[in-house]
């Protein structure tokens, strides 16, 4: 079983929809996670990141974290077709004063948001 | 701010023969990370470079490898090229202290292409 499972899609909604991405993990030392935006031949781009339990906003995005469930999700409210691209989740383990585990990614789902 | 800038973006090589990448990291941050995209595996962590030091290495063979010079560029090696290492290279950096939020914000380049032919 992989450490970080994420449905890779593809999903395809009409503009203007909510959508609902997902993560599962199986470590409970995973404490921080992030959510990167990839276009299409581009590098990741770091959309949010947070370490607690509950939702976090930023725009049109919403994190949501679930430590109990070790389960986590970003909802895009209103999407747009600029929002198609590959959503990646990643985790990291906290290790002190060595400084953080490394990324560890999901594999991305990809979105197509249709006009 | 410039960003992470990595070169080149293409390249094309023959089995056998190795290949030498380049990472400029955000002016200031001192880690730098490479991962490995494919479309079979995702995104794959090979090492961590923090203050000319690997910190952290992948579960790669040793014909990957990496380097990082005092002013925090970082280059990656491969080695004895094989058709299964054609994939997008990202280099992420992150990082402006010894801080214990160091990989938390990281930064990626656009990536090098290599295909292995």
């Known amino acids: 079983q992989k450490e970080v499972e994420q449905d890779p899609g593809p999903l395809s909604v009409p503009e203007g929809a909510i959508v609902s991405l997902n993560c599962t993990y199986s470590?409970?030392?995973?404490?921080?996670f992030m959510w990167y935006r990839q276009y299409s031949r581009k590098g990741p781009e770091l959309l949010m990141y947070t370490y607690s339990s509950g939702n976090k906003e930023d725009g049109r995005f919403t994190a949501q974290v679930d430590k109990s469930s070790k389960y986590i999700s970003l909802f895009i409210r209103d999407s747009q077709p600029s929002d198609s691209a590959t959503y990646l989740c990643?985790?990291?383990?906290?290790?002190?004063?060595?400084?953080?585990?490394?990324?560890?990614f999901g594999k991305g789902t990809r979105l197509s948001v249709i006009a | 701010k410039a960003g992470v800038t990595q070169t080149p973006r293409y390249l094309i090589k023959t089995r056998g023969q190795q290949v030498t990448l380049s990472c400029s990291p955000i002016?200031?941050?001192?880690?730098v990370s490479w991962y490995q995209q494919t479309p079979g595996q995702g995104l794959q962590f090979l090492f961590e470079y923090f203050s000319e030091t690997q910190r952290n290495k992948g579960n790669f063979p040793g014909r990957f490898s990496g380097r990082q010079f005092s002013n925090s560029r970082s280059e990656m090696n491969v080695s004895t090229l094989e058709l299964g290492d054609s994939a997008l290279y990202l280099c992420?950096?992150?990082?402006?202290?010894?801080?214990?939020?160091?990989?938390?914000?990281?930064?990626f380049g656009q990536g090098t292409r290599l295909t292995v032919v």
């Open positions: 992420a950096s992150s990082g402006t202290g010894d801080s214990f939020f160091l990989n938390t914000e990281a930064f």
């Open positions: 990643a985790m990291i383990k906290p290790r002190g004063n060595s400084g953080n585990t490394p990324l560890v």
């Open positions: 002016s200031g941050h001192r880690s």
């Open positions: 470590n409970s030392a995973f404490q921080y």
